[in-house]
């Protein structure tokens, strides 16, 4: 499973973006996870929510758009 690669394995920089949806939430409950809203238009034009998560060498405090999550609860907004 690519999130047990990433928490055991892993040594390098990584970024992923998935769906908003429990089952990633469950997958890296222990990951940064960041959420944001998308706007999609391949079919129809629609809005989704986004989770981003990275490694921990990387670091997004800087970030004022994005809503830091934990567990299935909203923080805060990121500042900049």
Same mark, same amino acid.
């Given at each position: 499973? /690519? %999130? &047990?690669y /990433?928490? &055991?394995? %892993?040594? !390098? &920089?990584?970024?992923? #973006?998935?769906? #908003?949806?429990? @089952?990633?939430? *469950?997958?890296?409950?222990? !990951?940064?996870?960041? *959420? =944001?809203?998308?706007?999609? $238009?391949?079919? *129809?034009?629609?809005?989704? $929510? @986004?989770?981003? $998560?990275h490694? #921990?060498?990387?670091? =997004?405090?800087?970030?004022?758009?994005? +809503?830091?999550? #934990?567990?299935? +609860? @909203?923080?805060?907004?990121?500042?900049?």
């Open positions: 499973m /690519l %999130a &047990n /990433l928490r &055991n394995t %892993a040594n !390098f &920089n990584w970024v992923l #973006s998935y769906d #908003s949806v429990p @089952e990633i939430l *469950e997958l890296y409950y222990d !990951f940064p996870l960041y *959420e =944001f809203v998308v706007n999609y $238009t391949v079919q *129809e034009s629609k809005k989704g $929510t @986004e989770l981003l $998560t490694s #921990s060498r990387i670091s =997004f405090h800087t970030i004022s758009i994005i +809503k830091k999550t #934990s567990r299935n +609860k @909203e923080i805060e907004l990121l500042g900049i």
